[in-house]
């Protein structure tokens, strides 16, 4: 019987830890974790260029993650792409005028949506949207740009 | 009473007819007759590679003859189903050569184990049949050693422990004999004639080794070029005069079983045209 | 003309192995509803095959995590992306090195152990005396076995992935100073279910295939100390390239 005994709490111990580490891939390597489930707010706002970005991409405000991207569509009438924010309902003191930009994590980080703080006494409510936005900026037209600006100072010369 | 004892009748126990086997090109068996009768220990003898152990495989449905017919009790082995033929095994006992105990349970366990496959009995009685079983073989007080402790003899016994433990109507021993020190044949010697005669059943005791089998076994056959070269009790086999059965009762190494291997002539061979190529 | 002849005639052997194999994981699949009752016998082969490569699977994962996050530093802090450390050894661990790290050191120490008990248990005519005793050795010694295997190898792959990811942790944010917060977010920013869910499919398929092919070599071994030893290389060998075969397929599949 002791044998038993031995066999039935390492084999306890065994999968106990293999659902913990389950539990921890599922939750803490993933973007699953924190406000996905709770209380949250929608917002949305439009984009001439969303670029990379993806659903699931944080949200961010002055660097920390208030929510996540829920949807892109594009906008068959008005040619721009609208971008559905489903943003933590603890931050619900965000200024209406504040403005949206999609940003590169480093390198080779994905991108994501950082807002910036407006100055006005209203805060953006449920269903709302962010009017003042900008693009992502897509490499290749900065560098066309850079050329186009070169060759027209060497034309000057 | 298990379902091999059920329709008695003078019908012996078990039944060869015509029995046919071939391994490659080898025929092991060519129409061999046999007939295994109620109550009693029949030895079957041969020497190696005469098809024994075979045989024995043949009438537990191990293997499957080319020809002929066995049948054990109401069960014709060569066609049966596999589950009909696990019906039939349940009232088979077996003791294999060196034991087969099962090596990672203990000996308690290995004995119980055709009971808790089987059966659905409290634990107290599984425990109450067990020890009683293993009390029959002298080792009740081996019960929690592992199969590794044990010596060949003990192993063996255990195993018979296991072998009686469904209370089987038939019960074989493949090579009960070999690799024993003498105190232990002598054991093993008398357990079998008395598990026979208490617990009223039949046993097929498959050997070479004539001299104990003379105080064990009630019959004998002794297989020889896959047939029965001779059939009667121990003591008219010892006095026989068939020159193969003389041969292999007296163990004598030259007769009609050759104790060369075919081979071509030995002059030749050392002086051929071979050996100075 | 002799080599072609000896090329058909290994594709063939070839062929009927598979062929054996699958109708032996077909007798294994019609048995398991049963053989999952007898729960004491397949929790005993988890603690076998699982609990027992605890030890080596921990070991083995931290270190790989490690040296991951060792080598993706020096990759990353080329282009001052070291940020994505988190990201990038999660999801190797995650996909690729968990299921198939850890199903290559199953091969070695829980399959070649499955492989030699069965492969024993048959030399000494164990198996045979269960037959005798009316008992399917398929249902009583292999089936809990290879359940044991099927259980235990996800449940690996996720404690080999976790431990992983901390020795990557310990490397990446501990020893070469990559910040937490951005080490952890990142990776939440960019692994997703479906990576997950990558990873835990390859470990149960990885681990049908390992368990599948050490209970079949144990089986199917020559009843010899040589047999059995064959039987238990052939499980290694066999064991890892078809994992890394799978992996591909599923790989490719999935993308």
């Known amino acids: 019987m002791q044998q038993t005994r031995t066999v039935e709490l390492g084999t306890g111990l065994f999968v106990f830890l293999g659902v913990v ?37 944080p949200v961010t405000m002055a660097g920390v993650t208030i929510g996540r991207v829920e949807a892109i569509e594009f906008d068959p009438e008005r040619l721009n792409a609208r971008v559905t924010m489903r943003i933590d309902g603890r931050y619900d003191q965000i ?14 980080g ?30 290749e037209n900065l560098i066309s740009r850079f050329l186009f600006q070169q060759s027209q100072e060497d034309q000057d010369d | ?94 003791l294999f050569q060196n034991g087969a105990l099962l090596t990672d349970l203990d000996v308690f366990e290995n004995v119980a184990f055709p009971l808790r496959e089987h059966t659905r009995l409290p634990e107290r009685l599984i425990r109450h049949i067990v020890l009683t079983k293993l009390e029959a073989v002298g080792l009740r007080g081996a019960a929690r050693l592992l199969p590794q402790a044990l010596s060949g003899g003990m192993a063996r016994r255990v195993a018979l422990a296991r072998a009686v433990v469904m209370d089987p109507d038939l019960l074989i021993y493949d090579e009960p004999f070999v690799g024993l020190d003498p105190i232990s044949m002598g054991v093993v010697v008398r357990l079998i004639r008395r598990l026979n005669e208490a617990l009223g059943i039949t046993s097929i005791v498959i050997s070479h080794d004539i001299h104990e089998l003379r105080d064990v076994s009630d019959h004998s056959f002794l297989l020889g070029d896959g047939r029965v070269i001779g059939e009667g009790a121990h003591r ?28 071509p002539d030995y002059a030749d061979d050392l002086f051929g045209p071979e050996s100075r190529g | 003309m002799s080599v072609l002849r000896e090329l058909g005639e290994s594709f063939v052997s070839f062929l009927r192995i598979l062929g054996d194999m699958a109708l032996f994981l077909l007798r294994l699949v019609m048995y398991t509803p049963r053989g999952l009752l007898r729960f004491r016998l397949v929790v005993h082969q988890v603690h076998n095959t699982g609990a027992l490569s605890l030890v080596i699977i921990m070991i083995s994962g931290l270190f790989v995590g490690m040296v991951l996050a060792l ?40 399959g070649t152990a499955l492989a030699s008990e069965i492969g024993l248990m048959k030399a000494t005519e164990q198996l045979s005396a269960m037959e005798m005793m009316a008992v399917d050795p398929m249902r009583r010694v292999v089936l809990p076995r290879f359940l044991g295997g099927v259980i235990a190898m996800p449940l690996l792959v996720a404690i080999f992935t976790a431990i992983g990811i901390f020795g990557a942790w310990l490397v990446g944010v501990v020893m070469m100073g990559v910040d937490a917060g951005s080490f952890w977010s990142q990776m939440q920013a960019n692994v997703s279910g479906d990576e997950i869910f990558e990873g835990v499919f390859k470990s149960v ?13 144990g089986y199917r071994a020559w009843p010899t100390a040589e047999g059995v030893g064959r039987a238990t290389t052939r499980t290694v060998v066999l064991t890892a390239v078809s994992v890394l075969i799978l992996d591909y397929m599923i790989t490719a599949a999935l993308l």
């Open chain 1, 21 to 57: 580490a389950l539990f921890f891939l599922t939750t803490q390597t993933t973007g699953f974790s924190g406000f996905m489930g709770g209380d949250a707010y929608r917002v949305t706002a439009r984009f001439d260029n969303i670029g990379g970005l993806t659903t699931r991409a």
């Open chain 1, 95 to 108: 200024p209406d005028d504040s403005e949206a930009s999609i940003l590169t994590a480093g390198l080779l």
């Open chain 1, 110 to 139: 994905g991108q994501y949506i950082g807002l910036g703080a407006g100055g006005s006494f209203d805060n953006l409510r449920d269903g709302d949207e962010i009017y003042l936005t900008q693009s992502a900026i897509v490499l």
């Open chain 2, 1 to 94: 009473m298990g379902t091999l004892r059920a329709d008695r009748g003078d019908r012996p126990l078990v039944e060869i007819r015509g029995l046919g086997f071939r391994r490659g090109a080898v025929k092991v068996f060519d129409g061999l007759d046999l007939d295994i009768q109620h109550g009693r220990v029949t030895a079957i003898m041969g020497s190696s590679g005469a098809g024994k152990t075979t045989l024995l495989r043949m009438i537990t449905g191990q293997l499957r003859p080319d020809a002929g017919s066995v049948r054990v009790g109401p069960y014709d082995v060569a066609t049966l189903s596999v589950d009909r033929l696990y019906e039939m095994r349940r009232n088979i006992g077996m």
């Open chain 2, 236 to 263: 008219e086999l010892m006095a026989s005069e068939a020159p193969l059965v003389r041969q292999f009762m007296h163990g004598e190494a030259d007769g009609p079983v050759a104790f060369h291997y075919p081979a």
């Open chain 3, 71 to 110: 080598q993706g530093f020096d990759l990353l802090a080329r282009f001052n992306s070291e940020d994505a450390l988190g990201t990038a050894a999660a999801l190797a661990l995650i996909k690729e090195l968990g299921p198939v790290v850890t199903a290559l050191l199953f091969a070695g120490r829980a």
């Open chain 3, 205 to 217: 398929v990885f681990g049908i295939a390992a368990s599948l092919i050490a209970v079949y070599e």
